[in-house]
């Protein structure tokens, strides 16, 4: 029976340089690592780096030596890299933000390819590093359409990057597209749709072999996104292996769910500045932003089961008018069982911490993000499923 790898993602905490990460690792990632061990679970770093670190750290062999270090001193080998935000995540208004800059820029190219070759300077020769990015881009009324054809090109120069990296290194990085609500791609079957359409398909770059795009380029499936939009996540996976598309990565996050009107308020007084939360509801009726959904609260209370992209602890969840999509998030890892071959890393994210005030509750950060990850080994023992051994080699 497969094994599973189980970390979260440090874009919950500021990296705003590397003194801000290798603090994070000491205060919080150390003390999560540390409890993952004690109950029979490796756990590696789940890492995000902003534009200007990872320049950094590709530029200075001390600074990568230095994050190795914190790393070892963490217990958290480089297992996957978060290389959606390009810029600060954590600024006081990110919102559409996070999707720029996108697909279609070199920029985004660039940044990408940094993070793949900081990976392949940490981890060891063997590994394959899930590297998560944005789904292609983001759109907003009355702007031009996005060119999915150099997106393509680009997405093709990024394989055939990642490609001479292996070659070089023997480590292999994955550039996972992760879909996401209102963006250009926003479910697994529409991402699905535009890698064979514009790259392994009719070839968007010819001089990248077809090999080398499968082997480099697939999907990064967040189930909090999918929930929002109403894909089934264990038949996006069923889909996405039928058509032999590499899933690296599963981000196991929750979202806010509202079952009768009564919940709306609720729901509404979780509005905040920082970022986005589209928000779907199951008669068709869809809002940006939680703003947007207090401008037609009649249309949202007449339209059904509402769910909001706000990621919320995974082991938290309420029966009534308001609560999660935790029930979900646990019938697909119950099923993974099902799933052919490997299990795609799992990656908790719920980056949203500093957001949720008196709802997140007081203890300590490291203890709540411990909480969340003894959950879901909860869920996969009920599953029959076993963490990967403590002592085992990178894959």
């Known amino acids: 029976m497969s094994t599973y790898r189980l970390t979260y993602c440090s874009n919950v905490h500021a990296a705003p340089d590397l003194a801000a990460v290798a603090a994070a690792l000491r205060a919080h990632t150390a003390p999560v690592a ?27 062999p001390a600074a990568r030596a230095e994050l190795a270090q914190a790393l070892a001193a963490a217990g958290t080998p480089l297992w996957t890299l978060n290389a959606f935000p390009f810029g600060d995540f954590h600024d006081a208004v990110v919102k559409t933000a996070v999707y720029r800059p996108d697909w279609g820029t070199e920029d985004r190219l660039q940044y990408t390819r940094r993070c793949a070759e900081v990976a392949a300077a ?7 590093v899930p590297i998560s990015t944005l789904p292609l881009g983001y759109r907003a ?9 150099v997106m393509a090109r680009n997405l093709a120069r990024c394989a055939s990057a990642f490609a001479a990296l292996e070659a070089r290194t023997g480590v292999r990085c994955v550039l996972a597209i992760e879909p996401e609500p209102d963006c250009l ?7 699905a749709a535009f890698l064979e359409r514009w790259l392994f398909d009719e070839g968007a770059w010819t001089t990248v072999p077809a090999a080398a795009l499968r082997r480099h380029l697939g999907v990064c499936v967040d189930l909090c996104h999918l929930a929002v939009v109403g894909e089934d996540a264990m038949a996006a996976l069923a889909d996405l292996h039928a058509r032999g598309i590499e899933v690296p990565k599963v981000q196991v996050s929750s979202c806010f769910e509202v079952r009768t009107p009564a919940g709306l308020d609720r729901l509404l007084a979780f509005a905040e500045p920082r970022y986005l939360h589209q928000t779907v509801a199951r008669g068709g009726v869809r809002a940006l ?10 249309q949202f209370a007449a339209a059904g089961v509402v769910r909001s992209h706000y990621h919320v602890p995974l082991d938290w969840d309420e029966a009534g008018a308001f609560g999660s999509t935790q029930r979900e998030v646990a019938r697909v890892l119950r099923s993974l069982p099902a799933l052919r071959g490997p299990l795609p890393l799992l990656e908790v994210e ?6 949720l005030g008196d709802f997140a509750g007081s ?7 411990a909480r969340e990850l003894a959950w879901v080994a909860g869920e996969l023992a009920a599953a029959g499923l076993r963490p990967e051994p403590l002592s085992s080699s990178p894959r």
């Open 34 to 60: 540390a409890a993952a061990r004690a109950a029979g679970r490796p756990m590696g770093w789940g890492g995000w780096l902003p534009d200007d670190l990872a320049a950094r750290l590709l530029a200075e």
């Open 122 to 128: 940490l981890a060891p020769p063997g590994a394959c």
């Open 350 to 355: 719920t980056y949203t911490w500093g957001v």
């Open 141 to 149: 009324p009355g702007e031009p359409p996005a060119d999915l054809r």
């Open 289 to 298: 932003d939680l703003p947007d959904v207090a401008a037609a609260r009649a």
């Open 185 to 191: 791609v926003e479910t697994a079957a529409a991402t």
């Open 363 to 369: 203890a300590p950060l490291h203890d709540r993000i």
